[in-house]
């Protein structure tokens, strides 16, 4: 059996750090991030381009190990973006 941890260690065990965790992006090269911003902006040029579709084709091509729905999310934040400014 495993001993209890004792109150102040559970305690500070449960403050929350506040340290922020990298997005999928963020672990990527320069040079992959790079390739991600350009997809972007072509996918701003393409009228009706689905964003899961580009996110499906994205894991593909760099070997992500993130879902679908993640990268899709990013894209389609990272599209409004550059459409506002």
Excluded: F
């Excluded at 059996?1 to 260690?9: C, D, H, I, N, Y």
């Excluded at 997005?23 to 964003?51: F, H, I, N």
């Amino acid at each position: 059996m495993k001993p209890r941890k004792t109150a102040g260690e559970l305690v500070q065990s449960s403050i929350p750090s506040n340290i922020k965790r990298k997005t999928w992006l963020e672990t990527l090269s320069q040079e992959d991030q790079a390739y991600v911003r350009a997809v972007v902006c072509y996918m701003k040029c393409t009228p009706g381009v689905a964003p899961y579709l580009v996110a499906d084709a994205i894991i593909a091509e760099l070997h992500l190990a993130t879902s679908r729905n993640t990268i899709a999310k990013t894209l389609k934040d990272m599209l409004n973006a550059t459409k506002k400014s």
